[in-house]
């Protein structure tokens, strides 16, 4: 099954086009989301917190309990049909859930792979270090997850990135000792 990964603005183009089931929102608190309806209220899962990677007065930062709630709903999510990941700009925190929902979910996935897959599908991407942070620790990838993010380095610059897709459940292009 498919991840899709995008911004806010194009969350309805990307359920209608793809037939997606769920909806991760991804996104600052305040910000108005309207759910496509063809997506249950009990199929869309909205995390609000700010695109930081440290904490700083007056905004929330990812914490451990957010990338929980992200893994457990891709845990719930019955993969029959695709699900759509969203943030403001499609460029951080969406591609950071993206990468790790993709990562857990599909058993003996290589996260240096999956992170090169990443950077070629989506070249303005630049995941939320604080994110993989977490999730390579609730995962016990042993800080893979968060030193393959950051071999694919910082992305191109982009006010919005493009809908792309992330595949679940099938391993990509595994080079298990070719990490550089």
């Known amino acids: ?3 899709y990964i995008c911004s806010l603005a194009a969350i309805h183009d990307v359920v209608a086009r793809t037939g997606a089931s ?6 600052s608190g305040g910000t108005q989301v309207d759910r496509p309806k063809s997506i249950t209220e009990d ?3 909205f995390l609000e917190f700010n695109d930081i990677t440290a904490p700083a007065q007056g905004l929330v930062p990812p914490s451990p309990a957010h990338v929980e709630k ?7 999510w019955d993969r029959k049909a695709p699900m759509v990941v969203h943030c403001w700009a499609g460029v951080s925190r969406s591609t950071a859930a993206g990468y790790i ?3 857990a979910l599909t058993p003996d996935s290589d996260p240096y792979d999956l992170a090169r897959l990443l950077r070629a599908r989506a070249p303005w991407a630049t995941p939320n270090g604080r994110m993989v942070s977490f999730a390579d ?3 016990g990838a042993k800080g ?5 993010i950051a071999a694919i380095g910082r992305g191109a610059m982009a006010y919005e990135g493009k809908p792309f897709a992330l595949p679940v459940g099938e391993t990509v292009g595994h080079t298990a000792d070719d990490h550089g």
């Open 137 to 139: 620790e609730l995962l």
């Open 101 to 103: 929902l993709s990562h």
């Open 43 to 45: 199929n869309h899962l």
């Open 144 to 148: 893979a997850m968060k030193d393959a």
């Open 70 to 76: 992200i893994l457990a709903f891709g845990q719930s």
């Open 1 to 3: 099954m498919t991840l």
């Open 22 to 27: 769920h909806l991760l929102t991804v996104i």
